[in-house]
């Protein structure tokens, strides 16, 4: 029988592969800074927290949408990228590729009150008196 792989597999293949041959750096850190103009998380990789450290060179960075709890729904890469030149990733706004790197998933768009994953980090977006907001923690904090 011959497999046919979806966007779905190919997204799980690509995260099992970043995270087996990354090549990154031996510890980052991430976290969200602020949105653009169109809502979009300003995300950031660093070296150190709060994005007060340089740039990290990864194999791959995938954002993965985390179904929730009762859901029949599946975890999923909503976002992949991946490096073509040796460019680090630093502070880059979710949806748009950075200067070197490779889109390989096309952003789908973040629904707000669902988990997210970024390596072993989580992050959700949140409205609160009509403003849009952010919480991110390692993987396992976010309820």
Known sequence: MRRVWNVRDLGAVAVVMFLLL???EREWHFTITGFDSASNPKFCVSTKRD???KGVKL???GVVEVPTVGSNEERRTVWFIRPISNEPLHQFVYGVTPVGWKQD???Q???VDHIYEVWSYQ???KEEGGKLTYEVAPI???K
Do not use: D, H, W
């Open 59 to 61: 194999g791959g960075f």
């Open 51 to 53: 994005c007060s450290g």
């Open 105 to 107: 998933i096309p952003p």
């Open 22 to 24: 990354g090549g990154c």
């Open 123 to 125: 992050f959700r977006l």
């Open 140 to 142: 396992g904090e976010l």
């Open 109 to 111: 768009p973040l629904r």
